[in-house]
């Protein structure tokens, strides 16, 4: 079993920027493709990012890429998002995932943290 644990959430104003982690327990020792989906209110879960397993590829939804940067530190058993240039339309609950179970913008995971909220404020 696999846990993940958000952190870095808050409320900014636009343009502003905001780094999120994820902290990974319990079955470290697998190193699994990960990544950020977020959901704003009324509307569908969305692909933000994903890393691969040595984190030598990266992958970005349209709306991101440029802004947003996905990392990992396998020592220390933690992803991360780096958010820039942050809008209003960004605001959302962002979850990290581990283990696609089909591929790795569709949000079909083996294993999901609880989410961290992100507040864009104009």
């Known amino acids: 079993q696999v846990q993940l644990v958000e952190s870095g959430g808050g409320l900014v104003q636009v343009g502003e920027s905001l780094r999120l982690s994820c902290a990974v327990s319990?079955?470290?020792?697998?190193?699994?493709?990960m990544g950020w989906f977020r959901q704003s209110p009324g509307k569908e879960q969305e692909f933000v990012a994903a890393?691969?397993?040595?984190?030598?590829?990266?992958f970005y939804a349209d709306s991101v890429r440029g802004r947003f940067t996905i990392s990992r530190d396998n020592a220390k058993d933690t992803m991360y998002l780096q958010m820039n240039g942050l809008k209003v339309d960004d605001t959302a609950i962002y979850y990290c995932a581990a283990g696609p179970l089909r591929n790795y913008y569709t949000n079909v995971y083996q294993y999901w943290g609880r989410g961290t909220q992100v507040t864009v404020s104009s």
């Open positions: 890393i691969s397993s040595n984190g030598g590829n990266t």
């Open positions: 319990g079955r470290t020792t697998v190193k699994y493709l």
